[in-house]
């Protein structure tokens, strides 16, 4: 007996979710997205991009370099212990530039294509 209100509840949602479901499919507006890529914002957004990831490629090497001479300078006074922190910094990064002008290199190519 506690079984038949349950199974009328299910019963109503479904017919509602076919109901809803069937109504979306039926009711479809085509959409135009030509205006959307065509737009000032969008444009503007491209170019934005473009430029930052052209300043990335840039700076990121020139600080990249800055740090590990800054790096090196202050692994040379360091005793032995913190001469492997250093050694750490400078070869994170190391990698960091390498993976900040990859990144902006690979950006700058995707968006490439789009504009």
Not at 23 to 46: N, R
Not at 85 to 108: M, P
């Amino acid at each position: 007996m506690k079984h038949k209100p349950l199974r009328q509840k299910v019963t109503r949602l479904l017919k509602v979710m076919v109901g809803t479901l069937s109504a979306m499919m039926l009711s479809t507006i085509p959409v135009m997205a030509d205006t959307v890529q065509e737009s000032q914002i969008v444009k503007g957004t491209e170019n934005l991009i473009q430029d930052v990831t052209t300043w990335l490629m840039v700076l990121a090497p020139i600080v990249g370099v800055l740090l590990i001479i800054y790096f090196f300078i202050r692994r040379s006074a360091a005793d032995e212990i913190d001469q492997k922190k250093w050694n750490n910094r400078i070869v994170t990064v190391i990698v960091s530039v390498v993976g900040a002008v990859l990144a902006s290199a690979t950006l700058n190519l995707i968006i490439g294509y789009y504009v």
